[in-house]
């Protein structure tokens, strides 16, 4: 295996880049596959990001393959030479997504802090589990950095760096002392490229009594700002009633910023406060507002009250510059969101409202027709909601809700919990779904294997299942390990069954066999709809082969994900060849419709599918001299010699003729030359 990899490690280094600013795609994306075989012993992966222009590389992080990267300190370090390589020869790869003590290892450390190339740069923390990993790399030199505590070199290198090109920085989940903290803070002070913020409280706060750290509200509002998009991501912080004052304030006086995320712990009153002062900001046009209440005020929900007034929804009708809002709605009542629909029915250049975690005091029907009757059906998308069993009987009626929470934390009882899921089998208006389990029934398993492999409209699925017998547990409830087994291999080939899900997610203390990995990559082989796979479920003693296994499984998901954003990318508009070439592939699969419809954000599905036809209709009466350039073959015209007995050559057929050639041949079946 060791050889294998020194020669497919060799044979990409020979690999030059060809990326041009013509348009012309890199030759390196031929290569992803190969690339992937050595990245994934570092746990990375090369990858297309939606967000880049066609063509251009990502090298990521994948977190459900991490802890099957390889023990061997020869392959990791080959994965690093690679990554190397591609940071300092390859001017198509603008993003690097990573844990800190994978970049700080001192094969890819220099060439990562000194790249002129990058774009977006993510750094992530080691979890404890994680470091020993990478602090176990077997032989006689560690590879990954074993200095874990952040110096912030890489960062504030690439911050301070004359020719740097960095536009988003996300360092959220990396953890800062004070000292470390300032030195950050102050390099993005000085540097006039970020546009793309994202920042975790040892950043943005000093705790939560003194509110926002001085030098970062400093930050906030230096002049020349360059800043257009912030997140504020702690979601374990409570932030008192000065810190949310202070940081309010500060964000207020920000002009230059249009999209804003917060997520982060309040108390509700704080939470509407909040709220209130930011809506009045005349700069964000896109605010994800998702504080959610702290848990004191989430034990005993109170029941809604029958107000008229509310500050922070009055804030939101006089506010003239947001057009989209994401609302964590757990702080307020169902009662307040109803009159923040009513609003949005007055506000009709509002393009997106998503409500996650509606309030369960029994004013969720009320909401369904509060946004039935204002005819908001497209605007309005209600996300999270964490179904209790006394909504079993109103729940199939409310057509609104897509995207449903079903908790142990919520449904302490098997049947309850089976009934539960037997209800939301009958909800074809539900295509996301999370579920959250801390104890094993076998009939709720049952119920929920069974769902997910006829639920025919389900696009999105999380399961998280958290069992833990410890301290005689097991003994006493006399839990049968192969009866556990056998569930949750059901389950798993329920999901491997299901040919409409896009993305699926699962975490589990109880672990999956051979069979069923099998199962599950045979699913991301023959699904093009499968653009997400993580199986976090497989202990790190498991096979080589089902390593391996998943690891391919990984890059199918890749090359799916690929080709579907390539193909959206066509249908918004973006007619060059690298995407046509994918359109074609993907242009009947309903996956490229949903993508579709995200783009588009505020339209519904006609509008999606309408774009998707209109793509395909250009593409099939295209004339000789389009179809070629989508080829890659020309880059204006298609210009032919003429032949010595007069005959005509395919730029002179009329464009009837041209049409009845169209019916037999693809993009794919002109050699690019």
């Known amino acids: 295996m060791e050889g294998e990899l020194l020669a497919i490690t060799a044979e990409l280094l020979s690999v030059s880049c060809t990326q041009s600013d013509t348009g012309r795609v890199c030759q390196l994306v031929r290569h992803l596959t190969a690339c992937n075989k050595v990245l994934c012993h570092a746990s990375l992966q090369l990858r297309e990001d939606a967000r880049d222009d066609p063509g251009y590389l990502s090298i990521a992080t994948v977190d459900s393959i991490f802890c099957m990267c ?32 994978v970049l700080n290892a001192s094969v890819l450390a220099e060439s990562l802090a000194s790249s002129s190339h990058l774009r977006r740069l993510t750094v992530s923390d080691v979890e404890e589990d994680r470091r ?16 874990h505590e952040a110096k912030m070199e890489i960062p504030v290198r690439l911050l301070e760096k004359d020719s740097a090109q960095l536009v988003s920085l996300d360092v959220t989940s990396l953890r800062m002392n004070p000292s470390m903290a300032k030195s950050f803070v102050d390099a993005l002070i000085r540097n006039n490229t970020v546009a793309e ?11 939560p009594a003194e509110g926002t750290s001085m030098r970062f509200a400093q930050y906030l509002v230096k002049k020349n700002a360059t800043l257009r998009k912030l997140e504020l991501n702690a979601p374990s912080l409570v932030l008192g009633t000065g810190g949310l004052q ?14 804003l995320t917060l997520l982060f712990q309040a108390a509700s009153p704080d939470c509407s406060l909040f709220f209130t002062v930011l809506a009045g900001s005349q700069s964000i046009s896109v605010l994800r507002f998702l504080l959610a209440a702290s848990d004191d005020d989430v034990i005993d929900p109170q029941p809604c009250e029958d107000v008229q007034v509310v500050p922070w929804v009055s804030a939101f009708k006089e506010n003239s510059t947001l057009e989209e809002l994401a609302l964590n709605a757990s702080w307020s009542t169902s009662r307040e969101c109803c009159l923040l629909l009513e609003a949005l029915g007055q506000k009709p250049g509002f393009r997106s409202l998503g409500l996650r975690s509606f309030p369960n005091d029994g004013g969720l029907q009320e909401a369904c027709l509060t946004i039935a009757k204002h005819g908001l059906e497209r605007k309005v998308r209600m996300e999270s909601y964490c179904i209790v069993p006394e909504d079993t009987e109103t729940f199939p009626s409310c057509q609104q809700v897509t995207g449903v ?3 142990s934390f919520y449904i302490d009882e098997a049947a ?3 009934n539960v899921f037997n209800v939301i089998a009958i909800c074809v208006h539900v295509t996301s779904l999370r579920v959250y389990l801390q104890f094993y029934d076998e009939q709720a398993f049952d119920s929920l294997a069974a769902y997910v492999r006829g639920a025919s409209c389900l696009k999105e699925i999380d399961l998280a299942i958290d069992i833990d017998y410890s301290d005689g547990e097991e003994d006493d409830m006399e839990v049968d390990d192969e009866r556990q087994f056998r569930s949750i291999s059901n389950l798993s080939k329920a999901l491997s069954s299901n040919p409409g899900i896009s993305a699926i997610r699962l975490n589990s203390t109880i672990g999956i066999g051979d069979d069923d990995c099998q199962a599950l990559a045979d699913a991301a082989l023959n699904n093009r709809q499968l653009h997400e796979l993580s199986v976090n479920c497989m202990e790190d003693s498991s096979p080589c082969d089902a390593r391996d296994m998943l690891c391919d499984v990984q890059d199918i998901v890749r090359r799916n994900c690929s080709l579907v954003d390539r193909a959206t990318k066509f249908v918004m508009g973006e007619h060059v060849p690298y995407c046509a070439r994918a359109f074609e592939v993907v242009s009947e699969e309903p996956a490229l419709v949903f993508n579709v419809r995200r783009r588009l954000t505020a339209d519904g599905s006609a509008d999606a599918a309408a774009k998707v036809s209109a793509a395909q209709r250009f593409l099939r009466i295209a004339d000789v001299h389009t179809y070629m350039r989508l080829t890659g073959v020309v880059e204006e015209r298609m210009e032919c010699d003429d032949l010595q007995d007069g005959g005509q050559q395919l730029n002179q057929l009329n464009h009837d003729c041209w049409l009845h050639v169209l019916q037999y041949i693809k993009l794919a079946d002109v050699l690019e030359t």
């Open 70 to 101: 390889s023990r061997s300190a020869r392959n990791a370090r080959q994965a690093l030479v690679l990554a190397r390589k591609l940071l300092t020869s390859h001017r198509c790869v603008v993003s690097v997504e990573a844990m800190y003590g």
């Open 132 to 147: 020993e990993l990478l602090e176990g790399v077997s032989g006689d030199e560690r590879v990954f950095g074993q200095d």
């Open 197 to 207: 913020l994202a920042v975790g409280a040892d950043v943005f706060t000093s705790g």
């Open 246 to 259: 202070a940081l309010a304030q500060v964000i207020s006086s920000v002009t230059t910023l249009k999209d």
């Open 405 to 407: 929470m079903v908790s």
């Open 416 to 418: 309850a919990m089976t």
